[in-house]
DNA sequence: TCAATATTTCATGAATGGTTGAATGATGGA
DNA sequence: TCCATCATTCAACCATTCATGAAATATTGA
């Protein structure tokens, strides 16, 4: 169960494009997860760059992380994001009558 | 279906307390939408203000106007939200296992 | 046309968000 | 211990977002 305050959190989290692609490829790499490194490799941009939306998203809970080496291994939380969707469909926008046929359409 | 900028909009325009609470309220209005005086009403914020959250709300395809007499009413737009959902679920989340469990305790 | 109502636009300033590069912290190997 | 690697933090700066109140626009009725 999401409240309001960590959906605002969330979207927030969520309005910019290098952390939406941080989600996607965290979720592709899946319950492994991905290193810092890696990710800041396969999206070109700088460490401290990275570090700044990681950080992001963790605070958000989207995300989260664990240190193994030298390496900081992140993994996308989906029971998170699945919270936020829950939130969307039944505390914001309950009984819209689109949202089954959008869930649907996306299956 | 949506693209990643126009989901990107979408979160932006979600990531803001009256943005969600307008969305909320115009959901729950249904079909027949809210007038902006309304609106401000409810909210007990200014019509400036107001005018500038229902603005970035519609920019970003979320909400739709039309005018009647001196009024100006708004209306949720479904379709787009259930879009919303879609590109969550399907272009940005795909195959995260705890998705349909998050949809179906939303149920 | 004049006044009243409903809404948007504009200008200003304050607050927040994002990028950059340098400095710092943490870890493991020589 | 010393060095190299991986990652985060910090400070400075620029850009964007947001709130506020005044002015402008649109519509209707007297």
Tied chains: 1, 2.
Excluded: K, T, W
Excluded at 21 to 33: H, K, T
Aim: charged content about 20%.
């Amino acid at each position: 169960m999401m409240e309001r305050p960590e959906a605002l959190a969330a979207f927030s989290a969520l309005a910019h494009e290098v952390r939406l692609d941080l989600i996607r490829r965290l979720v592709v790499a899946g319950p492994e997860g991905a290193s810092a490194g890696a990710l800041a490799n396969g999206l070109g941009i700088s460490a401290s760059r990275l570090s700044f939306h990681l950080a992001v998203l963790s605070q958000a809970g989207l995300i989260g992380s664990r240190r193994v080496s030298r390496h900081v291994i992140y993994r996308a939380d989906g029971a998170r994001i699945a919270a936020l969707l829950g939130y969307l469909m039944h505390d914001c926008c309950c009984g819209l009558p689109d949202l089954r046929a959008g869930i649907a359409a996306a299956d």
